[in-house]
């Protein structure tokens, strides 16, 4: 069977082993590189690299490091490779304003694991995910395509958000869960020194809201410093929203303590989830120019708006200076994203699959 391309993988721990693995899983070859040789030599004993070392006809590498060390992997890998460029650390503005090099795609997947390291990596790790990636006016069409054609692949649901908009996103639904699920456990853990029973009643609720307590702190603190301005603010939202429901209980306001919890419960079990039917995804054809910043634009723009693109498509006018974004997204929403499209200028149609 023919190979149907080459990736590399910078960091071969828990989410550089996983897409390892995936892409393998699919016929791929893989090379990958990681600062420790030991933890490079197992992934490629796990089966998640063909080889360790750099390959520079990669088509896409994956830099899979902590965030600290993500800007200049990705530089060194833009200077040894030819293909595409991207990466999955959790915070993007400071990551993508220091990269404006058009083969670079910045990326999160929202994937983890309480397994660590490369031992824990798992070739369905990202099916059913969410993979955002923050396309700039510097990304080059042909790299965010290939990118997010190869993440949808291993499957993910591909989200093109703008990265100070993912920082400030990823903060509310991570980066502040993660910080209040470990202050919580701590708040127990003190607890049972003087009461030996505490953590033994610990029962469903209590270890569902703690659970990703259990990941690897290691990657935290830098998280934490990259993103430092929009978990604070996320803190303080969070503080305030933590003090009115204090007050509910501490003046036994019955009332308005169930219009809070059923609001919450509302807001929960309508969760979005994924178009998977093709019946029920519709085709938008929507012309556009050839300048820079386009892609990025129609992009975030559906994302804006709630709407999820399944699939992207470009094509260029052979006449030059204009070309189709060919988008299929889910048919129940196709009016919202068309509205926003009209309001900015754009002319798109409309065909529904079937």
């Known amino acids: 069977m023919t190979s149907p391309g080459r990736a590399a993988v910078v960091g071969t721990g828990l989410i550089g082993g996983s897409i390892g693995l995936a892409l393998r899983a699919r016929g791929w070859h893989v090379t990958g590189t990681d600062r420790d040789e030991q933890r490079a030599a197992r992934a490629l004993e796990l089966g998640a690299l063909d080889t360790v ?16 060390a993500v800007v200049a992997e990705v530089r060194r890998a833009l200077e040894e490779t030819e293909g595409a460029v991207t990466d999955v650390g959790g915070v993007k503005g400071t990551i993508v304003r220091q990269l404006p090099d058009p083969r670079f795609v ?8 309480e397994q660590e390291g490369v031992d824990g990596a798992d070739a369905s790790l990202f099916e059913g995910a969410t993979w955002v990636l923050t396309p700039t006016v510097d990304t080059d069409a042909a790299a965010f395509t290939r990118v997010r054609s190869l993440v949808t692949d291993l499957g993910a649901e591909v989200i093109a958000l703008a990265p100070e908009q993912h920082d400030a996103l990823v903060a509310v639904v991570s ?10 456990m701590g708040l127990a853990a003190e607890g049972a020194e003087a009461h030996t029973a505490l953590l033994r009643l610990a029962a469903g609720g209590f270890r569902d ?5 259990a990941g690897h702190p290691g990657i935290w603190p830098d998280i934490c410093e990259e993103n430092r301005e929009a978990i604070v603010a996320a803190l303080d ?3 305030a929203a933590l003090g009115e429901t204090r007050a509910l209980v501490a003046g036994g306001d019955r009332d308005g303590l169930l219009r809070r919890l059923e609001a919450a419960r509302s807001a929960r079990v309508n969760l979005p989830a994924r178009v998977i039917r ?10 556009v120019p ?12 559906a994302s804006e708006v709630g709407v ?10 052979a006449e030059g200076g204009r070309g189709v974004l060919v988008l299929v997204v889910d048919a129940a929403q196709v009016d919202l994203v068309r509205d926003a499209l009209v309001a900015r200028g754009y002319r798109p149609s409309v065909q529904l699959l079937s």
């Open 175 to 184: 980066h502040v869960p993660h910080l209040t699920a470990a202050t919580l």
């Open 278 to 287: 093709p019946e029920d995804l519709a085709e938008m054809r929507v012309p």
């Open 308 to 317: 999820n693109i399944i699939d992207i498509e470009i094509a260029h006018s």
């Open 237 to 239: 939202n969070l503080t």
């Open 53 to 68: 070392g750099v390959d520079p006809s990669a088509d896409v590498t994956f830099v899979a490091t902590p965030v600290g």
């Open 290 to 301: 050839d300048r820079p910043g386009v892609l990025a634009e129609v992009t975030t723009l």
């Open 106 to 113: 910045g990326g999160h997947p929202m994937a983890g694991s």
């Open 209 to 213: 809201m703690t659970r990703v307590a």
